[in-house]
């Protein structure tokens, strides 16, 4: 594989593999484990069934018990693999047990039942992909909800903060009137007032305007965003203000310049403010926090916080709702990768 | 493109009759205000946003920082002065959080403070490293760089449930360390340890985002200078300590000052995986804050209000400090364009 060779050794175009590039793949190499493996093995994790789940050491791919299903029962039976009293080994599946006596049974002859001492059985094991973990989420936790509200809250405030926004550079961008570089520094100075430190008389606001245990209060603080404002009217600049002019030489209103104009033009500034609001919302935490006490209008981020603290026994359930979690972010950041990392390094904004 | 941002038919239907919904007053709110005016309305509702959930909540917490009681509703709150400061501040000696009449803050005050330094020393360092290997000529640079980068989009939730599950006492790690012949722990339930893993987990959380912004600086780097450098025959240390350090100074002490902004208000990662235990190990201020304000019984708005004040004291000084570093590279980038 000559090609597959000279791929991986190219260097810094000296020919020559130093220890400088031993060093970079290397460190990569763990970067790669250390970087993904966490995820990696709570995905791996996430499709073990409870009792594989307790094992230690744990294994590193999902495997259960084997079980049978055996003629009049409901219920498929555990296999075991059985020392008999003569010496055979061979693999049973379990009817009943009364302390350490088993009742075993061959299940290709369901009629013959055999007694067994627990001591001279160990289980068979085999892959399974307990993939109940991620259906009975559904049923048994109303994930369902919470699933709801925080696609809800996430998408509404998204639209509302690409709209706020968008009309704020608009107008920073467009227009020239009194009191214009007033509110940009107004709005910029937003950026240094951190959250947390607002979080106390915030709530106090949210509960006058009854927005407490609403998801609305979790979106109507966030859509006015300084960096999305930033972001957007730096875009719009680069529109040429002929375009507006032409239009109103049309008797186009100021408002529908915006709409069919300024708006469509800055599709690629607002996809990025799209992709940064929804992560944003998507991972919300302390805000929620404060803000949704009551259970049924919690989002997943709420929930999985509330779960790790109730059922810390069921990490079957939990790991599977975390990966559930997860997921969209993994999706969008894969489908997205370039535009994410770009708009960061541009903007300097998370 | 199909309409703004390039959306399907149904929802550019809605987006189109938002539109004729919204035309008819902001018509007339032109003819009343004249053009460059109506500028106020597009800007009127973020104002309206920010002046709701930014400036008005800054005036209420020096309201409530300077009242008592457990009321929520400010008219309802007795002015008791700097009683709240003076209640937090109190302590027969400051550099033992026990003898502190809020002992809890003052731990937490230190943790933060252990916390910050630990945690962005060696932040900044590995983000450096990774940044510096990142920029070689490697050979799937793009996926490297999203590897790094992918925790960084993770919730904080999501991030301290991965890690409770590894570091749990028949987790992973135990097993690993036992299998090589060493000792497990119970790394979450023992408060050095704890403390450790906090950082960890917060270094592997938030590097790639500060791995980012060091890479696009050493790109910005020309690369004459290294083909200079090479061609004297530089070693590769001094390529490094003479070239790539000085230009990329600005860019490390802006990451610098954001990850101590950052640090200072660390909260979420660290409530879900440890909730600030054991004991108080792993407390720091914000979530001092949160419990006072929502989580006791008898809530204690105006404690938390002061303790949100001084914790916006520190962040003005950095941020301050930020405004200056950002200044001074800025005039340092534009004077080597010039040069």
């Known amino acids: ?50 009792a594989a789940l307790n094992e230690f050491p744990p294994r590193l791919l999902p495997y259960g018990q084997k079980s049978v299903s055996i003629a009049d029962r409901a219920d498929p039976a555990p296999v075991f693999r059985v020392r008999l009293p ?23 002859r369901p009629d ?104 609305w209060g979790v979106i109507w603080p966030a859509v006015a965003t300084p960096t999305g404002v930033f972001l957007l009217r730096q875009y719009m600049l680069t529109i040429p203000d002929e375009l507006i002019d032409a239009a109103r030489m049309d008797h186009a209103s100021e408002w529908r310049i915006f709409w069919r104009i300024v708006l469509p033009l800055s599709a690629p500034a607002l996809a990025v ?39 810390t026994t069921q990490w079957h359930y939990l790991l599977a709702m975390t990966v559930m979690t997860l997921l969209p972010v993994t999706v969008v950041f894969a489908l997205l990768q370039r535009y994410i990392t770009a708009g960061i390094a541009s903007a300097g904004v998370k | 493109m199909r309409g703004p941002g390039g959306v399907g038919a149904w929802p550019g239907a809605a987006l189109g009759l938002a539109f004729s919904v919204l035309e008819a007053p902001m018509r007339a709110l032109q003819r009343l205000l004249g053009v460059p005016r109506i500028g106020w309305v597009f800007l009127a ?49 400051h550099l033992d959080p026990s003898t502190c009449r809020k002992d809890l803050f003052w731990r937490a005050v230190y943790n933060t403070a252990a916390f910050a330094v630990l945690q962005v020393a060696s932040m900044v360092l590995f983000s450096l490293v990774t940044a510096l290997v990142l920029n070689r000529r490697i050979v799937g640079r793009g996926f490297f760089r999203g590897v790094f980068f992918y925790p960084v989009l993770l919730s904080p939730v999501v991030v301290a449930l991965i ?10 790690l135990n097993a690993l360390l036992q299998a090589a012949g060493g000792t497990g722990a119970e790394w979450l339930n023992t408060g050095g340890w704890a403390f450790s893993w906090v950082v960890v ?7 790639g985002f500060y791995t980012l912004i060091l890479l696009a600086g050493l790109q910005a780097i020309p690369s004459e200078l290294y083909e200079a450098a090479e061609m004297d025959h530089a070693s590769p240390w001094r390529r490094f300590s003479r070239i790539t350090l000085p230009l990329l100074m600005p860019s490390l002490l802006i990451v610098t000052v954001l990850a101590l902004i950052r640090a200072v208000q660390v909260f979420d990662e660290v409530f879900v995986l440890t909730g600030g235990g054991p004991g108080s190990a792993t407390l720091f201020v914000v979530q001092f804050i949160y419990q006072t304000a ?25 941020t301050l400090a930020q405004l200056r570093v950002s200044r001074r590279s800025a005039e340092g980038a534009s004077g080597g364009r010039d040069a």
């Open chain 1, 86 to 108: 003569d010496g055979t080994v061979r693999e049973m599946a379990e009817l009943r047990r009364i302390g350490i006596q088993a009742t075993m049974v061959d299940p290709a």
């Open chain 1, 112 to 215: 013959d039942p055999v007694r067994v001492n627990i001591r001279d059985r160990e289980p068979v094991r085999e892959l399974h992909v307990a993939t109940e973990n991620y259906t009975r989420i559904f049923g048994q936790f109303d994930f369902a909800r919470f699933l709801w509200n925080s696609v809800f809250i996430t998408v509404i405030a998204t639209i509302i903060t690409l709209l706020f926004n968008a009309m704020a550079a608009f107008a920073l961008s467009k227009y020239r009137f009194r009191g214009r570089k007033a509110a940009f520094l107004v709005i910029l100075a937003t950026l240094m007032i951190p959250p947390t430190i607002i979080l106390v008389p915030n709530f106090l606001v949210a509960s006058t305007l009854g927005l407490l245990n609403s998801p």
């Open chain 2, 294 to 318: 929502f989580a006791e019984s008898i809530r204690l708005y105006g404690i938390a209000a002061a303790a949100s004040l001084v914790l916006a004291a520190a962040l003005l000084v950095l």
């Open chain 1, 273 to 311: 403010l799209a992709i940064f609001s929804v992560m944003w919302r998507w991972n919300d935490f302390l805000w929620p926090l404060v803000v949704l006490s009551k259970t049924e209008t919690f989002t997943l981020q709420l929930a999985l916080n509330a779960f790790q603290g109730e059922l």
């Open chain 2, 201 to 207: 987990v917060s270094i592997w959380a938030h590097m």
């Open chain 1, 1 to 50: 594989m000559p090609s597959l060779r000279t791929l991986l050794t190219a260097t810094r175009g000296r020919g020559r593999f130093d220890w400088t590039d031993w060093f970079t793949y290397a460190y990569l190499a763990l970067g790669v484990v250390l970087m993904f493996g966490p995820v990696v093995w709570l995905v791996l994790s996430s499709f073990k069934t409870a």
């Open chain 2, 45 to 93: 509702p973020n104002l309206v946003v920010l002046g709701l959930f930014t400036f008005l909540p800054i005036a209420i917490d020096f309201h409530y920082a300077f009242t008592g009681g457990a009321q929520l509703l400010p008219a309802e709150r007795p002015y008791v002065g700097a009683e709240n400061f003076a209640t937090l501040f109190e302590c027969t000696n």
């Open chain 2, 163 to 172: 890690w409770k599950w590894i570091l749990q006492r028949e987790g992973v």
